[in-house]
């Protein structure tokens, strides 16, 4: 799987069990050419391709078939939908019946893990060794029972003087989750827990587009208080960026936000998932802390009932509203209106 990862980041082919060699649209460089390209069903219904369903999960994989080879300069417009605006024309493509359909869904898994566009061409033109692996080794892989405490430290923060930060990983996974303990820790006293999705443009540049940093300052702030009353607080903060599709992909679908698609939608026209935050990876963090009871600061069930399918005990959902701003009103209303969470 990590060979995988950073061969598709590098643009180089990989080959899941006994299926067609696959080759990164985005992110490969050369002459390859195929007539054939595996991409989500989200984009095969935007390219109007004949015979092709609906399909409920955007993220499916589609077998689609050129009327002729498609080099990577060709592919890519067809693979990314920002480029539909200086890219209208495309095809005429045909979707073909998928035999592979398992490892074509560990195929589309693999691009959004590497953060890159789920679009790859079927057997290529191409002398390149692929790097092999097979449909279970993701499953595998994404357990988190191999999440690990790496190290810890003594970490004073604005928030709380009183902290300490805890590292995570997992072998073959980059990303480090980490967990800030603000407070003194006590059996006595139930902690405010807050899961955060790493944000960039929002913890860091104060971006208005979303309500992450002010939910991430507003939840330190919460367990500070907490700390001052003798309780204590855990801040998971967790890296998975834009609801798991990362950095670029967001940026992405910020692109076609401006073109009046809300947040949903446009990770759907990516055919990446709505939703691909690992929450039962926090579970897993705590566990490793010991810590079995929690009292949540979230809007969103899906969080609590995460926790509680994985063993953590959730004794209250504390809800952490903020106020809108003109930028982020209507985030906050999909939030609300498509996603289910708890808004006014």
């Known amino acids: 799987m990590a060979q995988a990862v950073d061969a598709l980041r590098h643009g180089w082919p990989i080959r899941i069990g006994d299926t067609p060699v696959l080759l990164p649209v985005e992110t490969a460089s050369g002459d390859a050419a195929s007539d054939h390209l595996l991409v989500s069903a989200a984009r095969a219904q935007t390219l109007k391709l004949a ?29 990314d939908p920002a480029l539909d605006p200086v890219n209208p024309l495309k095809g005429p493509f045909r979707a073909e019946p998928l035999a592979w359909l398992h490892a074509a869904e560990t195929a589309m898994e693999l691009a959004r893990i590497a953060g890159i566009l789920p679009a790859f061409l079927v057997d290529p033109a191409s002398g390149d060794a692929p790097v092999m692996l097979q449909p279970d080794d993701l499953e595998l892989w994404a357990d988190p029972a191999n999440l690990r405490i790496a190290t810890r430290a003594r970490l004073p923060i604005a928030a709380e003087e009183e902290a300490e930060i805890i590292a995570f990983r997992s072998p073959g ?6 967990a800030l303990v603000l407070g003194h820790r006590t059996s006595e006293r139930v902690p405010l827990v807050r899961l955060h999705s790493e944000c960039l443009t929002g913890d860091i540049f104060g971006s208005l587009k979303c309500d992450c940093g002010p939910q991430l300052d507003a939840a330190l702030a919460a367990m500070s208080a907490e700390a001052s009353k003798g309780g204590w607080g855990v801040l998971l903060y967790m890296r998975q960026e834009g609801r798991g599709i990362g950095i670029i992909n967001k940026l992405r679908a910020y692109r076609l936000q401006d073109e009046g698609f809300d947040t949903l939608e446009a990770n759907r026209r990516l055919g990446l998932p709505e939703e691909a935050r690992d929450f039962p990876l926090a579970a897993r963090m705590l566990y490793l802390m010991g810590v079995g009871d929690v009292r949540l600061m979230t809007n969103n069930l899906e969080k609590v009932v995460a926790l509680e399918d994985a063993g953590v005990r959730v004794s209250e959902r504390v809800p952490h509203e903020l106020p809108a701003n003109p930028h982020n009103r209507r985030y906050l209303d999909t939030k609300r209106d498509r996603a289910g969470h708890l808004l006014a």
């Open 51 to 79: 015979n092709q369903r609906d399909a409920a999960d955007g993220h499916s994989p589609v077998l689609m078939r050129a009327a002729d080879a498609l080099d990577l300069a060709a592919a890519l417009p067809v693979a």
């Open 173 to 178: 996974d980059m990303r480090e989750h980490v």
